[in-house]
């Protein structure tokens, strides 16, 4: 006697999903997220990192281990990589001996890319136009370098978890003679979509994703951020275009003033997820260059990857191992369900999603405190819009800053997470005191000085009670 039939359920039910960009296929067993986690439990993130360290490699005016000096530099600063994995000249290695043991010349280029001056700065923290500069150092150097080799990827490590030695912002970018595996498989996966459906894949992905808005987590005019259908990696999220570009040097100005504004949102919300510096892998896929630049790639969409390894909280990541090195892709959370438990309280798309996006506003107390060097100390207020009647509150010190005061006295360290409070702030952004603004919005007003006193003062000037708190 058969039972009763049971309905198909994509958050209790086992499942496979296909992966469009790998031709590959994932296996999603949400049930799985109900078993308590007895697991590895991660290091506590560093919270305590200096604006300058003298023996960092990568600070201004310090010098590296080939003995060459960093410049005193103010934005990025790009260099030939000191330990490269590929260099210009190796030599070729010749025949093949047999068809099981294969080799090929491999040559190329590897630089790294500091973002900003300051160690204790990520991505989030920047301002848009620091990070404008950023994006147009990305687009120049795969101009540059995609004039001579096949493919040029920008990619970054974010965090000790992702195995970055060096907390000071940076990336890398490496040129190769070769076209990698994953860019070849893309490729290969996109070129066969186009040809069958006669658009680019991911651009019709993008079409569906913005009206679907199952695992959209933000979007602007001319970008989006998903969660992609196929996601292997719990927060994992997909950048794309909403227009058909094929290379990062092929933005114009305002689709990189908007790059700006939504990478700003999605690394915040990456920060506030856990409250944390959320670690990840990111890189640009884009059309290959060098001798492909003069073939026909329609097939392609630029698109950023992010791989970040968090999976129940900022000490409890997600390992790749047995059954996914030795079988196939799986994972235990969907990108659309929702949970709620101790410590799975929701999807990854909707976590993502509601995360504080904030916006960075630069404000000025005095003249004298608006100086900017690798000494100097940032301080931030957050704020909520709760309404007209209640004003804006401080509610928490999101996107990985130390948690706020709600009285600055000397130089004293933030207060635990624990002790954070409500308080009301009406200075900075200029809708703030007048109670305007979208609702729900969080702001953070900052500024910069050398000493937590003087801004403290400045600050009791204001009329109503005000916080503020060091950026780490």
């Known amino acids: 006697m058969s039972g ?3 309905h198909f359920d994509p958050k209790d039910h086992q499942h496979l999903r296909y992966n469009p960009l790998r031709d590959s296929w994932v296996l999603v067993s949400a049930h799985r997220m109900k078993r308590p986690w007895a697991g590895q439990v991660e290091k506590p993130l560093e919270e305590h990192i200096p604006r300058y360290d003298p023996h960092n490699p990568l600070c201004p005016g310090n010098t590296r281990a080939n ?13 030939e990589n000191d330990f490269p994995a590929l260099q210009p000249n190796a030599p070729n290695p010749g025949p093949d001996q047999h068809p099981l043991f294969q080799s090929k010349a491999a040559r190329g280029v590897c ?8 160690s204790d700065v990520t991505l989030p923290l920047m301002t848009k136009e620091e990070v404008v500069k950023v994006i147009d150092k990305w687009a120049e150097l795969v101009e540059e370098l995609g004039a001579t080799y096949p493919w040029v990827q920008i990619f970054e490590n974010k965090g000790a978890m992702m195995g970055c030695s ?14 990698p595996n994953e860019p070849a498989l893309s490729d290969r996966c996109q070129r066969a979509f186009y040809e069958k459906h006669k ?19 933000v979007m602007n005019a001319d970008w989006l951020a998903v969660v992609p ?3 292997t990696w719990p927060y994992q999220l997909l950048l794309l275009p909403r227009r058909h570009v094929l290379r990062i040097s092929e933005l114009t100005t305002e689709e990189r003033e908007s790059l700006a504004d939504i990478m700003k949102r999605l690394l915040t919300k ?12 990111m890189g640009w896929h884009g059309a290959p260059t060098g001798p492909h630049l003069k073939e026909d790639n329609s097939h392609w969409q630029l698109h950023a990857h992010y791989y970040p390894p968090l999976l129940r909280s900022a000490t409890v990541r997600k390992f790749m191992v047995g059954y996914e090195m030795l079988a196939q892709e799986q994972r235990d959370l969907t990108p659309e369900q929702r949970e709620r438990g101790t410590n799975v309280w929701t999807s990854s798309w909707q976590a993502l999603s509601l995360a504080g996006s904030v916006s960075v506003q630069d404000i000025c107390f005095e003249p004298e405190i608006q100086k900017r060097d690798k000494h100097q100390i940032p301080f931030v207020c957050l704020c909520t819009q709760r309404g007209k009647e209640e004003g804006y509150k401080i509610q928490r010190g999101g996107i990985g800053f130390a948690p706020l ?3 600055v006295e000397g130089s004293e360290p933030p207060v635990a997470p624990s002790a954070v409070s409500s308080v009301s702030l009406s200075f900075g952004h200029p809708e703030v005191s007048q109670g305007k603004g979208p609702p729900n919005t969080v702001l953070v007003a900052r500024a910069h000085t050398c000493n937590v006193a003087t801004l403290a003062s400045s600050l009791r000037g204001s009329s109503t009670h005000t916080a503020c708190t060091q950026i780490r």
């Not at 003995?67 to 260099?79: G, H, I, K, Q, W």
């Not at 060096?166 to 076209?179: G, I, K, T």
């Open 111 to 118: 630089k790294v890319m500091c973002f900003h001056p300051w």
């Open 405 to 407: 005061h709600d009285h």
């Open 229 to 231: 259908y196929w996601a």
């Open 166 to 179: 060096n907390p000071h912002p940076h990336c890398q970018v490496w040129a190769s003679n070769f076209l």
């Open 67 to 79: 003995l060459e000096v960093n410049p005193d530099y103010e934005s990025t600063f790009v260099f």
């Open 4 to 6: 009763p039939e049971i």
């Open 270 to 281: 990456y920060d506030n997820l856990f409250e944390s510096s959320f670690p990840y892998s």
């Open 199 to 217: 658009e680019p894949l991911l651009l019709q992905y993008a079409k569906q994703e913005t009206e679907k808005k199952e695992r959209l987590v």
